[in-house]
């Protein structure tokens, strides 16, 4: 695989984080999505969450029809979205967990416990047409259980990585993880917490198609703008797969 078949998905949440602040219009998470397109994004991520405190129903509707390259919607495993996503057909859902009280997500989904329920999303999300992707920790169990409820493609959560970077075990795991996944045959992606400063080991390793990066492009884009932030993480990403 070469560096160019590693896609970057940006997700705009924090834009809408933003708007709600004030419970405006602006900044427009749709927007900002033509514009990460314009700054060369592969697709666009967007998570509806059940308390609606970023992204509103109305910016899935309004993504689905503005986003040109491949809209990923991030939503739990309960039949609210379920239904929601049937209706507006994003190319792609990754399901994942969801607590009220967590700040952002925490931990990939569990899987084994209730495997029946996302069993009937997969069927459902399926049957619509939609390719669905599971969020999962980055462990053999997980990838190997994925790989039973039948899905194309995980979601490695990337999450104690980044805040453990220096350490060989966190790697570890998502190399480990990444291969597993890919001799199952699973299209393997991977997310949450990734910066410009940590994103090159993820980047280099070989089995990994996607990355769903937002809340450090958005943060940067305050200071540097989204098209220099999103070339700024698109070089860092080419330049860790070349090296
Ligand atoms: N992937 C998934 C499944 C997520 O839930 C999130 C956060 O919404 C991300 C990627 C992006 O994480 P971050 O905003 O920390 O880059």
Do not use: W
């Amino acid at each position: 695989m070469n560096a160019k078949q590693q896609r970057l998905y940006i997700n705009i949440d924090h834009v809408a984080t933003l708007r709600q602040a004030r419970r405006g219009a602006e900044p427009d998470p749709v927007d900002a999505a033509i514009a990460c397109e314009a700054a060369g994004a592969d697709g666009i991520t967007a998570h509806l969450r059940e308390d609606r405190r970023h992204i509103q129903d109305a910016d899935i509707l309004g993504l689905k029809k503005s986003v040109r390259t491949y809209f990923n919607l991030e939503m739990a495993c309960v039949p609210e979205m379920i239904e929601l996503a049937r209706r507006i057909k994003p190319e792609q859902v990754t399901l994942v967990p969801e607590r009220r009280e967590e700040i952002t997500t925490e931990g990939g989904l569990d899987i084994a416990s209730q495997p029946a329920r996302i069993t009937s999303a997969i069927d459902a999300l399926t049957d619509a047409g939609i390719r669905v992707s599971l969020f999962i920790d980055p462990t053999r169990a997980a990838v190997e259980q994925s790989k039973k409820l039948g899905v194309p493609a995980i979601e490695l959560h990337t999450g104690t990585y980044s805040h453990h970077p220096e350490s060989k075990k966190t790697i570890g795991a998502l190399r480990d993880s990444s291969r597993r996944g890919a001799d199952l045959g699973l299209a393997v992606h991977a997310g949450h917490g990734l910066t410009v400063k940590n994103v090159g080991p993820v980047a280099a390793i070989p089995e990994i198609e996607e990355l769903n990066i937002g809340h450090s492009i958005i943060s940067r884009a305050v200071f540097i703008g989204l098209d220099r932030a999103v070339k700024e993480m698109r070089e860092a990403i080419l330049a860790a797969r070349s090296s």
